[in-house]
């Protein structure tokens, strides 16, 4: 069985590792296209030396740019990719435009495509990875569904009869990294700071809370006015756009630093008082690490998160402070994103998805 992963954002190159591991065991043979859609090294090549995986075999160099052009410039690409390769399937992850671009080549070539993490939704419209999952999950052969929740929302969209549970491939990886931090007593990348009482890890980037310099500055001054330093791992895109809008990100208890190495990040909020993100993938980590997160964002996918009590939304100035001085949540044993085989599993319902079609 060939298996073709097309990759290009950080949180894909964390669920890639376990599935490239998975295929190797299982003999099968893999095809890596790195997309280039995250094309800062921290955010890209850096991911694959420090998880593992193989090199790509196929680098597309699309980089930044709007939704249309960056999806059309994969598009463009992605024809000859796949004719050179020639997969019996192709596997696409989570909710970017490289898994619509790779999912929609795929179709109109006629390769069959499997969707990994298929079934989240935030039922936001107005958020572009909302519409690439949806239209991903229709488009494709097999929907591999991370939780029991996902699996509704399949079966709701009548996709019930190509989905499996798997679970989380992130869990996966999370829980191997982690474990491999703790034997190893690595520094945490964040040690020299000056913080007695302790910080919090910050990720900052999507579209709703970036591009508006008036909505962008409102979540400045909230993580600005924080009870202990906040360390913002700020992406390029969103240094250049404060930057264009003459935001300082080192201000009030705002630190500023470059994005961590897989490994770092999870070190860094192992020793954190509590993780701020409006991204779907950290939200997670942080509930699997058992840290408590605040997440800038009106709705998550991720909802056991919040059901547990590990996660608050927030998107205020007086929301943000509110979560961050909360109380801690209640422990919980629960594991709704798997056992951390999610991968194996993934890799078998492929095996026997194409098997049923000869």
Known sequence: ??????????????????????????????????????????????????????????????????????????????????ERFKPDCVLVYGDTNSTLA???????????????????????????????????????DLCLAPTEVAVQHLSTEGLAGRSVLVGDVMTDVLFQVRDAVLASDAV???????????????????????????????????????????????????????????????????????????????????????????SGGLQKEAFLLRIPCTTVRHETEWVETIDLGWNVLANTTDQITSALTRPAPAHTDAAPYGDGHAAERAVEAIREALANQE
């Open 1 to 82: 069985m060939k298996i073709m992963s097309v990759v290009g954002a950080r949180p894909q190159f964390v669920k890639l590792a376990p599935i490239a591991q998975a295929l190797i065991t299982a003999g099968h043979e893999h095809v890596i296209v790195h997309t280039g859609q995250h094309y800062d090294p921290m955010l890209s090549d850096v991911f694959f030396h420090d998880l593992g995986i193989p090199e790509p075999d196929a680098h597309l160099g699309v980089g930044s740019g709007s939704h249309g052009v960056q999806t059309g410039a994969m598009l463009a690409h992605m024809d000859e990719v796949l």
């Open 102 to 140: 790779a999912a929609v080549s795929a179709v109109k070539l006629h390769f069959p495509v499997a969707h990994l993490e298929a079934g989240l939704r935030s039922f936001n419209r107005s958020m572009p990875e909302e519409h690439n999952r949806v239209l991903t999950d229709h488009a494709a």
């Open 188 to 278: 945490n990348p964040l040690d020299d700071l000056d913080a007695p009482h302790g910080y919090y890890v910050a990720t900052i980037h999507r579209a709703e809370n970036t591009n508006e310099p008036e909505r962008l500055r409102e979540v400045v001054e909230a993580l600005a006015a924080a009870d202990r330093p906040v360390i913002l791992l700020a992406h390029p895109r969103v240094r250049a756009k404060a930057e264009e809008h003459g935001i300082p990100l080192n201000t009030g208890a705002l630190v500023t630093r470059d994005p961590l190495p897989y490994p770092g990040l999870i070190a860094a909020v192992l020793g954190s008082a509590g993780v701020v993100t409006d």
